[in-house]
Nanobody
């Protein structure tokens, strides 16, 4: 089993910044893909950013140029730095990881959501 702990959400003013983190622990041999997704009321969950074990990144169109995803492989932790926040960034943010467990099987885990609210 793998546990994911997400932190860093909260209330931010428009134009502000925040940093989310997602720490994985448990029966982990390695982590392949790590990603951030978000969902706001009435909308489908969408990709914010993703990063492979080798550091290849991908970003959703709505956050390109304003966000940076990174990871600390030694500590199985992923980060999302978001700048120039807009009201439309308001959503629940989830981390997603693709883990190779000690059973030698890959399994996808979702972290608990963290609310990000951009408002003055």
């Amino acid at each position: 089993q793998v546990q994911l702990v997400v932190s860093g959400g909260g209330l931010v003013q428009p134009g502000g910044s925040l940093r989310l983190s997602c720490a994985a622990s448990g029966s982990i041999l390695s982590i392949n893909y790590m990603g951030w997704y978000r969902q706001s009321p009435g909308k489908e969950r969408e990709l914010v950013a993703g990063i492979t074990a080798g550091g290849i990144t991908t970003y959703g169109d709505s956050v390109k140029g304003r966000s940076t995803i990174s990871r600390d492989n030694a500590n199985n932790t992923m980060f999302l730095q978001m700048n120039s926040l807009k009201a439309e960034d308001t959503a629940v943010y989830y981390c997603n990881v693709d883990v190779l467990e000690a059973t030698m099987k890959y399994r996808v885990y979702w972290g608990q959501g963290t609310q990000v609210t951009v408002s003055s």
